[in-house]
């Protein structure tokens, strides 16, 4: 497991139009995250959550040219509706980082009826890796958005 607080890390912001208890919802309840928890373009035929710290939880995304991409982690802190801090894999794709786990944080702050989500993930062992994270995140985070 790398040491989050070493390598490479991304810091993604995003506005949501609701509530923090529905964005934390969004988040954390497998039907929601099936609605938007993958990049534009890709469906979410799989979402599994077990909500508890060392619960885990796995997400299945599928490209438009069949290609599957599973996120799986487990469950560090879960302060609701606040934050969230997970670990993440890859199981398909060792050379994204799929062989080491890297830590995400998601924060959710009330800004007069919406939210503002702050998404780090750090922990990457190359750059490059954080830089292709970063795409992906601000597509799914846009998606989440779009959802309200």
């Given at each position: 497991m790398t040491n989050a607080s070493a390598?490479?890390?991304?810091r993604?912001?995003?506005?949501?139009?609701?509530?923090?208890?529905?964005?934390?919802?969004a988040w954390t309840t497998p039907e929601r995250l099936?609605?938007?928890?993958?990049?534009?373009?890709?469906?979410?035929p799989l979402a599994e959550v077990?909500?508890?710290?060392?619960?885990?939880?796995?997400?299945?995304?599928?490209?438009?040219?069949?290609a599957v991409h599973t996120a799986t982690g487990t469950y560090r802190e879960i302060?609701?509706?606040?934050?969230?801090?997970?670990?993440w894999r890859?199981?398909?794709q060792p050379e994204?980082?799929?062989?080491t786990d890297t830590i995400v944080t998601v924060e959710l702050h009330e800004r007069g009826g919406a939210t503002e989500v702050i998404l780090r993930h750090e922990g990457f062992p190359e750059e490059a890796q954080?830089?292709?994270?970063?795409?992906?995140?601000?597509?799914?985070?846009?998606?989440?958005g779009s959802e309200y």
């Open positions: 390598g490479a890390s991304l993604v912001v995003q506005m949501v139009n609701a509530p923090r208890e529905r964005v934390f919802d099936q609605a938007w928890c993958a990049p534009q373009g890709m469906d979410i077990d909500l508890r710290v060392g619960g885990a939880f796995r997400i299945r995304m599928r490209a438009p040219d069949g302060d609701r509706p606040g934050r969230l801090v997970f670990t890859w199981e398909e994204h980082g799929g062989s954080a830089a292709e994270h970063t795409k992906g995140w601000t597509s799914i985070l846009e998606r989440l």
